[in-house]
């Protein structure tokens, strides 16, 4: 296994373990990016099944680069369909980078995660799968440095609790 082989599977070691300790987690799930770049016209799906349609939720898009990414910011469009199928489209920012160019979020090897508020305080009206649509919304038709996108929905932590 050469070296990025075992980055990533130590990076995904813990991931896992994190996202197991989570009791809060509704749906945590991440897809994979062409290693020759995320091309505009491909779309990343998930599909959470939802059964809380009583707790409020947060809704994360998780970010994976590299310093193989040139920019500072990241555009995406979301598409967000209910099982009734009732759609929302979304276009938003996420930033990667401070000014200076240093890399936001969590620092693993040579994987760098950013997490982004898609939704706060999201109740779902009704229990099934809910299906979500990602796709880069930059100018480039092949972006170069995105290793990988998630999806995280965790129920609303109460005021003073851990």
């Known amino acids: 296994m050469n070296k990025y082989g075992l980055h990533f ?36 799906v998930f599909e959470a099944d939802i059964q809380d349609t009583v707790s409020a939720c947060d809704l994360l898009i998780q970010i994976r680069n590299t310093d193989k990414y040139s920019y500072q910011n990241l555009w995406l469009f979301v598409d967000s369909e209910s099982p009734a ?34 939704l706060r305080i999201k109740h779902f009206p009704i229990k099934g799968t809910y299906k979500f649509h990602v796709s880069q919304a930059m100018r480039e038709k092949q972006l170069k440095g995105i290793s990988s996108i998630g999806l995280t929905i965790q129920k609303r932590k109460e005021d003073g609790q851990e």
């Open 9 to 44: 599977f130590a990076l995904l070691l813990m991931v896992t373990a994190m996202a197991s300790c989570n009791n809060n987690q509704l749906y945590n799930q991440y897809s994979e990016v062409d290693t020759d770049g995320w091309d505009q016209d491909s779309v990343i």
């Open 85 to 118: 199928g009732i759609v929302q489209k979304d276009t938003i920012e996420c930033y990667l980078a401070d000014n200076t160019g240093k890399w936001l979020g969590k620092h693993f090897f040579s994987i760098y995660e950013m997490p982004v508020i898609y």
